[in-house]
T-cell receptor, first 114, second 113 residues
């Protein structure tokens, strides 16, 4: 089955620690995205990547970092610089280009900072 | 600043009733308006989408109404069912910006049996 796999589903972190969330897709999509979901604020874009070895900051990139070394993988690191990291994180992918392709989302990773 | 404002934040509807969720946008460059449906513990999935060359699009029990002059669009769920209970997000993007969606804040819908 084609889709997006995020891991871990739940993650607890102590303050001051970095944590990396995994996102893998087998849809052969060029573009991948990371969103943060908080109650009442919808989905906010953290980073996106349209091709391998290239990525751009979204609206709330501060305190986060990403890499795109393979087409299938787009890991997100939540660094200790992120002041309020407790949230639900969603990874998505799509075909790339002008127009209106569908975003396909993973099932999310819920990060809790203790 | 939220460029797409969605209301209400939560909605309770009886089975068989009509659920209505509204969104308003500010950016006149927006040219594509999808709705995503998210069940608890899952990622959102595309439900229905509209472009502004039409004022209405219907897929089964789901209808998008679009008012370009007012910069508003809405989702109507006819004959709402308990299985429709989910969080709904409206979104918008310019047509020439790939899939760079700006999402509304979400509406949590509960359909009572």
């Amino acid at each position: 089955d084609g889709g997006i796999t995020q891991s871990p589903k739940y993650l607890f972190r102590k303050e001051g620690q970095n944590v990396t969330l995994s996102c893998e897709q087998n849809l052969n999509h060029d573009a991948m995205y990371w969103y943060r979901q908080d109650p009442g604020q919808g989905l906010r874009l953290i980073y996106y990547s349209q091709i391998v070895n290239d990525f751009q900051k979204g609206d709330i990139a501060e305190g986060y970092s990403v890499s795109r070394e393979k087409k299938e993988s787009f890991p997100l690191t939540v660094t200790s610089a992120q002041k309020n990291p407790t949230a639900f994180y969603l990874c998505a992918s799509s075909t790339f280009g002008t127009g209106t392709g569908e975003l396909f989302f993973g099932e999310g990773s819920r990060l809790t900072v203790l | 600043q939220q460029q797409v404002k969605q209301s209400p934040q939560s909605l309770i509807v009886q089975k068989g009733g009509i659920s209505i969720i509204n969104c308003a946008y500010e950016n006149t460059a927006f040219d594509y308006f999808p709705w995503y449906q998210q069940f608890p513990g899952k990622g959102p999935a595309l439900l229905i989408a509209i472009r502004p060359d039409v004022s209405e699009k219907k897929e089964g029990r789901f209808t998008i109404s679009f008012n370009k002059s007012a910069k508003q669009f809405s989702l109507h769920i006819m004959d709402s069912q308990p299985g429709d209970s989910a969080t709904y997000f409206c979104a918008a993007s310019p047509l020439n910006a790939g899939n760079m969606l700006t999402f509304g804040g979400g509406t949590r819908l509960m359909v009572k049996p």
